[in-house]
Structure formats: C-alpha cells, structure tokens
C-alpha cells in the first residue's frame, strides 16, 4: 500500500500533510480515551505489540511491488481484533515510521500519505465492525464470514485510498488506470488470506482462554471482558 514516489508531487502533496494531520489527530484522541479507560501500561503494551507485528509485516513478511504501489499482507484486522483500535493506530503509524527512518527513506516523503491510507482504513474498519459484529458478542466468537466481512472492508478501503492518490497525483490516463487495476486487483487476493489468519489466532485464544479471566495485552471485548483492567 506504499504509494511509490514520484505519483503525488508538488503542491499537491499539502493534502497529503493535511489528511495526514487530521488521521494522527484522531488516532491521538483514540490513545486518549483508551489510556483513560484500560490504563498507560496496558495501551504501551498493546501498542508495541502492534507495532512489531506491523513492521514486520511490512519488513518481514512478502511485499511485491504491482502498478502503483505494493501488496503488502498488513494483518489490520488481526491486530485490531487483538489490540483494539487505538494500539492499533498507534502500531500502523509507528511501524510505518520506523520502516521509513532506517529501512527504507524514500518512502518517508510519502509518509502522509500512507499514514492515511493506513489509518483511515483502520477507522473504516472500526466502523464496519460496529455493524458486523453484535453487540455484546466477544471477538472469540465470530465467524468466518463475519472476519471475511471485516477483510473486505479493511482492504477494500486501501485499495480505495491508493486509487485516490493515484488519480488526484497522476490523473485519468489508460496507463495510470491500468497500473491501479492492477494494484486494486492484485490486492484484494488479500482479502482471502487475512480471514484464515484471523480465525488461526482466535482460535489460538479460545485454547488458552479461561471463563472470566480479563487480560493486560489484549483488547477487552476479544475475550468478553466486562470489567476495565
């Protein structure tokens, strides 16, 4: 999902900056009322937690450049189901950012972008769990079709979020198009592997889970959790 440099230029990249400023803003305000709720050392926790397996996804795991950008397996939905939204923002902000400082610098002019993409899908996600996943039912206990639902959603929104910056950055020509249905195309094969991933790790936490038992690194409605830690 790394917009390659070079597609948005020049003044053009102030949107950027500025969709940039108002996605961290939010996710700012989301740390807030987490650490209000759950506690510092439960957030710091969740967030690093997050952040290693974002960095390693994108340092780690496969990534192949297609047409505008890369194809990147980000596992969004897993660490929002484990961490929950605001270490989950924290974890997507921050491990894009270290990849940029010491691996790859020349993604680091584009980090507004990207940041965007990131956390605006996130924010998308968010919202469609709201409706997909009933109320009051913990995260152990969804389903496939309801983990194929969020999928859709978190990369359907940074299929979307790419095309956007492709056509604002290098407008409606056949090749530019072609390039981005072919990242669009490419990327959601995704939407197929991300659900079975999902389901290994909730199946992993029904294993080890115990009636009752509210954990420090874990989101609080994966497991049920009535109480705040």
Same mark, same amino acid.
């Given at each position: 999902?790394?917009?390659?440099?070079?597609?948005?230029?020049?003044?053009?990249?102030?949107?950027?900056?500025?969709?940039?400023?108002?996605?961290?803003?939010?996710?700012?305000?989301?740390?807030?009322?987490?650490?209000?709720?759950?506690?510092?050392?439960?957030?710091? =926790?969740? #967030?690093? /937690?997050?952040?290693?397996?974002? +960095?390693?996804?994108?340092?780690? *795991? %496969?990534? $192949?450049?297609?047409? &505008?950008?890369?194809?990147?397996?980000?596992?969004?939905?897993?660490?929002?189901?484990?961490?929950?939204?605001?270490?989950?923002?924290?974890? =997507?902000? #921050?491990? /894009?950012?270290?990849?940029?400082? +010491?691996?790859?610098?020349?993604? *680091? %002019?584009? $980090?507004?972008?990207? &940041?965007?993409?990131?956390?605006?899908?996130?924010?998308?996600?968010?919202?469609?769990?709201?409706?997909?996943?009933?109320?009051?039912?913990?995260?152990?206990?969804?389903?496939?079709?309801?983990?194929?639902?969020?999928?859709?959603?978190?990369?359907?929104?940074?299929?979307?979020? &790419?095309?956007?910056?492709?056509?604002?950055?290098?407008?409606?020509?056949?090749?530019?198009?072609?390039?981005?249905?072919?990242?669009?195309?490419?990327?959601?094969?995704?939407?197929?592997?991300?659900?079975?991933?999902?389901?290994?790790?909730?199946?992993?936490?029904?294993?080890?889970?115990?009636?009752?038992?509210?954990?420090?690194?874990?989101?609080?409605?994966?497991?049920?959790?009535?109480?705040?830690?």
């Amino acid at each position: 999902m790394h917009i390659e440099a070079g597609v948005v230029e020049g003044g053009k990249m102030v949107l950027a900056y500025a969709t940039g400023a108002a996605t961290m803003a939010v996710g700012f305000k989301m740390v807030w009322e987490n650490v209000a709720k759950y506690g510092i050392v439960s957030y710091l =926790l969740k #967030a690093l /937690l997050a952040t290693a397996i974002v +960095f390693s996804c994108f340092e780690i *795991l %496969p990534h $192949y450049p297609v047409g &505008v950008s890369e194809v990147h397996l980000i596992l969004g939905t897993t660490i929002y189901l484990i961490f929950g939204l605001a270490p989950a923002m924290t974890g =997507l902000a #921050a491990g /894009l950012l270290i990849q940029g400082l +010491f691996f790859a610098p020349s993604d *680091l %002019p584009q $980090y507004g972008i990207n &940041v965007t993409t990131l956390l605006a899908s996130i924010l998308i996600l968010h919202t469609v769990a709201r409706r997909v996943i009933p109320e009051g039912m913990a995260y152990k206990d969804i389903g496939y079709s309801q983990l194929l639902k969020l999928s859709v959603a978190w990369e359907g929104a940074i299929v979307s979020w &790419v095309a956007f910056w492709a056509l604002y950055g290098q407008g409606f020509g056949a090749e530019n198009l072609s390039n981005i249905l072919a990242f669009g195309s490419s990327y959601m094969l995704v939407v197929i592997i991300e659900p079975l991933v999902d389901l290994a790790v909730l199946a992993a936490v029904k294993t080890l889970y115990r009636e009752g038992e509210c954990k420090l690194l874990f989101e609080s409605r994966l497991l049920g959790c009535k109480a705040a830690f």
